[in-house]
């Protein structure tokens, strides 16, 4: 079974950048497709971004895609999801999540790992 924390929230000014970090253990991430999803209070979890097991593929929301980019580092058993161009619509809490599954997507209710999240806030 793999544990999961995020890290890297923290408040920044829209048009910024922030780099969430993921950091597994008990086992090997090379083991999981990696997603990242987000929520906000009052609304359903949302996909952000997956990468597969291999790496080889990836996937990302059409509100994300070409200002986030989600890679792994399977030796530091770390997923990395890096945001920019920041917007006010993107504040939420964001989960690392994983699945054993070659490479599961944007469907949450395939994952199951999760991690505690972290706050992203941007201001306007």
């Known amino acids: 079974q793999v544990q999961l924390v995020e890290s890297g929230g923290g408040l920044v000014r829209a048009g910024g950048s922030l780099r969430l970090s993921c950091a597994a253990s008990?086992?090997?991430?090379?083991?999981?497709?990696m997603g990242w999803f987000r929520q906000v209070p009052g609304k359903e979890r949302e996909f952000v971004a997956a990468i597969s097991r291999s790496g080889g593929s990836s996937g990302y929301a059409v509100s994300v895609a070409g200002r986030f980019t989600v890679s792994r580092d399977n030796a530091k058993n770390t997923v990395v999801l890096q945001m920019s161009s920041l917007k006010p619509e993107d504040t939420a809490v964001y989960y690392c999540a994983a699945d054993e599954r070659e490479y599961s997507g944007m469907f949450a209710r395939l994952y199951n790992y999760w991690g505690q999240g972290t706050q992203v806030t941007v201001s306007s």
């Open positions: 008990g086992r090997t991430i090379s083991s999981y497709t």
